[in-house]
């Protein structure tokens, strides 16, 4: 039988706590003041300290890239990226990602230029990029978005017919694999994001990876002023992070294993209890060997309903978040480019909380408001 429309949610309001679309994951306090005291007993609290550059060392084993560059947050990683590959002028990057892929490419004095959505991954559709393309295309941006593969063939072939660079913007893929890569591994360079907010961080931080020996020396000098030594060799900038977030990186790094089952035996009691409905879940077809379950993302009818689920759970302190609206073609400071079908997703996308530990009776709840909701 349906569910009653009129089922008193806000009941919820004061037999529950808050719950958020995510939560940080915090490692045990006594190991993390453990490798602090490292870093206070030598009062070395930046510049590449033996915390960094042991992070650093593991992320790269972890991840099996060949560079690594741990960096304050990942929009710096993402400015960094474009002003080592000279990615001026017109790029190529796809409108359903969060803002600060399109702002760091504002702030390097590029010019975005959007290109549609693959309705079925959500990531950017390689077969509309070279209807875009001209003279003034330097590069490509894309997204691989909550952790979904990017058709990294198809772009790589383009940008090789074209002669452009490609920057993956890989803030919510830390542990996916594709072909038995690192999603991080793909591109000319890849950045990740270490937000507190993402499933591997160090509070606040980023990084950029690269494989290519001359990137990796501009970058590491462009992260740290253009210096090195007593000599200057370009306008740099300070991107670097510290040892306290150094520490958090290496406590958490230990418990990702626990981290990824926990966050996919959320996801598949997700995807039981939604299974009766015709909310999707995506993606339709997800082309990859390991997803790292960064969220749980459905996909409403309408904008309608989804503002109806949304107001239903908030009056229940549940808070899911619009992940990513608006389209960013649609931004106010950016001039409007036609993308359909990123505009129709924005619209009714929500991603629901997940994070480690959520309870089930909560999942349970949080699916009970949704359905009383279509």
């Known amino acids: 039988m349906p569910l009653n429309r009129s089922w008193k949610i806000n009941?919820?309001?004061?037999?529950?706590?808050?719950?958020n679309v995510t939560k940080a994951y915090l490692p045990d306090l006594d190991k993390y003041y453990q490798l602090i005291k490292r870093a206070w007993d030598k009062s070395w609290l930046t510049n590449n300290g033996e915390l960094v550059t042991e992070l650093e060392a593991r992320l790269k084993e972890f991840l099996g890239v060949k560079h690594l560059f741990f960096c304050s947050n990942g929009t710096i990683a993402l400015q960094i990226a474009i002003k080592a590959l000279d990615a001026g002028n017109e790029v190529i990057t796809t409108p359903f990602s969060y803002v600060a892929t399109t702002n760091a490419l504002l702030w390097e004095g590029c010019t975005p230029v959007f290109v549609d959505i693959d309705p079925n991954t959500l990531c950017i559709d390689p077969d509309k990029i070279e209807a875009s393309i001209s003279s003034k295309t330097t590069a490509i941006l894309a997204t691989h978005v909550f952790g979904y593969a990017c058709d990294v063939e198809k772009i790589e072939a383009i940008a090789q017919k074209y002669k452009l660079k490609v920057i993956y913007d890989g803030a919510h893929a830390f542990g996916s694999k594709y072909q038995g890569k690192s999603l991080l591994g793909f591109g000319d360079i890849s950045t990740c994001s270490f937000h507190a907010t993402k499933l591997f961080h160090?509070?606040?931080?980023?990084?950029?990876?690269?494989?290519?020996?001359?990137?990796?020396e501009?970058?590491?000098?462009?992260r740290q002023f253009g210096h090195h030594y007593d000599e200057y060799h370009m306008a740099g900038i300070n991107g670097k992070n510290s040892e306290l977030h150094a520490a958090m990186g290496l406590c958490i790094l230990?418990?990702?294993a626990k981290i990824f089952e926990d966050r996919k035996k959320s996801s598949d009691l997700y995807d039981n209890l939604l299974k009766d409905t015709k909310l999707v879940r995506k993606p339709f077809d997800l082309q990859q060997d390991v997803y790292n379950y960064a969220f749980y993302p459905i996909v409403f009818d309408s904008e309608e309903q989804l503002l109806r689920a949304v107001k239903n759970l908030?009056?229940?302190?549940i808070h899911p978040r619009r992940y990513f609206y608006p389209s960013l073609n649609t931004l106010p400071f950016i001039n409007y480019t036609e993308c359909p079908v990123s505009e129709d997703i924005a619209s009714r996308v929500l991603c629901l909380p997940l994070f480690y530990g959520i309870e089930e009776k909560d999942q349970n709840r949080i699916c009970h408001i949704i359905k009383a909701s279509l």
């Not at 501009?218 to 462009?222: A, D, P, Q, T």
């Open 11 to 19: 009941i919820y309001r004061s037999h529950y706590s808050m719950i």
């Open 202 to 216: 160090t509070a606040e931080g980023g990084c950029i990876i690269t494989n290519d020996d001359e990137t990796a």
């Open 254 to 256: 230990d418990d990702m």
């Open 218 to 222: 501009k970058i590491r000098l462009m």
């Open 314 to 317: 908030n009056s229940g302190e």
